[in-house]
Nanobody, 122 residues
Framework: VQLVESGGGSVQAGEPLRLSCVVSGGTLGLYAIGWFRQAPGKEREAVSCISVDDVATHWLDSVKGRFTISRDKAKNTVYLQMNSLEPEDTAVYYC????????????????WGQGTQVTVSS
């Protein structure tokens, strides 16, 4: 399975962005897809995930109420809608695929995308 992210960019604080993760080489419905991020000089952190049953999990408390994760199976795409962005959200965002559950994708993802840069200025 291959993943390609897009939708990153530079925005002002308070503005939205929507990231896309296109999945190919596999059936999207068989994978949980997670979003992770890594800021300069920091460790990668798990952000949000959507399971094969379309149950969303937000691992980061700081994104709850601001980020929404969804999937479009017809387009083999998972979206991360990010609203009210803050400078602390600046990072490279990656999507990853794991078998079935968000627990698996967090612990042992099967594949990663190349990442997309999100920069939020104050």
């Amino acid at each position: 399975v291959q993943l390609v992210e897009s939708g990153g960019g530079s925005v002002q604080a308070g503005e939205p962005l929507r990231l896309s993760c296109v999945v190919s080489g596999g059936t999207l419905g068989l994978y949980a897809i997670g979003w992770f991020r890594q800021a300069p000089g920091k460790e990668r952190e798990a952000v949000s995930c959507i399971s094969v049953d379309d149950v969303a999990t937000h691992w980061l408390d700081s994104v709850k109420g601001r980020f929404t994760i969804s999937r479009d199976k017809a387009k083999n795409t998972v979206y991360l809608q990010m609203n009210s962005l803050e400078p602390e959200d600046t990072a490279v965002y990656y999507c990853a695929a794991g078998a079935l559950s968000c627990t698996v994708v967090k612990q042992k993802p099967r594949a990663w995308g190349q990442g997309t840069q999100v920069t939020v200025s104050s």
